[in-house]
């Protein structure tokens, strides 16, 4: 086990010697989350997991947990959202190997050198758990009920441009 993440990791050789790395990030360091999140408070803890399945897959297993700050879409106020989420990446060396994947793998297409950037990854797994609609857990819906116009009534009816030429020919 490893408590700091190299930058880039050679995956062949990593899941050869069956590594694991486990440590924290910042969730400052994300800089392709920072646009989702309300603040860049907090951190990450990550588990990488390195490996082979009984099928003779090679697999990347990533745990992230964080707790993200969010704004929510109904009160506009900052909440935590908690992320615990545990992703198994099948290394594939071409597009047609993901039909091979069994059920449960995304596929992770990595290059002859098979190199990947590991703390990427964490941050994919991260912006993947961001709801589309941050909404804190706990808020009423606000419902809004509005009586429609006269014109909204008209165009509600389809057939109400005949009524008026019926009218028109009498």
């Known amino acids: ?17 069956r590594r694991i ?3 924290s990030l910042p969730l400052a360091s994300f800089e392709r989350l920072q646009p989702f999140l309300d603040d860049a408070e907090g951190e990450c803890r990550y588990r990488l997991e390195f490996d ?7 697999y990347l297993e990533i745990r992230v947990q964080a707790s993200l700050p969010l704004r929510c879409q109904r009160t506009l106020q900052r909440f935590e959202f908690l992320v615990d989420a ?10 047609a190997d993901e039909a091979g994947l069994p059920e449960g793998y995304e596929p ?10 590991p703390a990427q990854l964490v941050e994919d797994e ?30 509600a009816n ?11 020919k009498q």
């Not at 086990?1 to 010697?17: G, H, N, Y």
């Open 158 to 168: 389809p057939f109400a441009a005949l009524s008026a030429l019926k009218k028109d």
């Open 1 to 17: 086990m490893s408590a700091t993440l190299p930058e880039v990791l050679d995956a062949k050789r990593m899941i050869a010697s």
């Open 86 to 95: 545990v992703q198994r990446l099948g290394l594939i060396s071409n597009e």
């Open 126 to 155: 991260l912006i993947l758990a961001v709801p589309v609609i941050p909404v804190a857990p706990g808020t009423e819906a606000v419902v809004l009920d509005v009586p429609p116009s006269a014109d909204e009534k008209a165009a």
């Open 52 to 58: 082979t399945d009984a099928l003779g897959i090679r």
């Open 108 to 117: 992770l297409l990595v290059d002859a050198d098979a190199m990947v950037h």
């Open 21 to 23: 790395f486990e440590g």
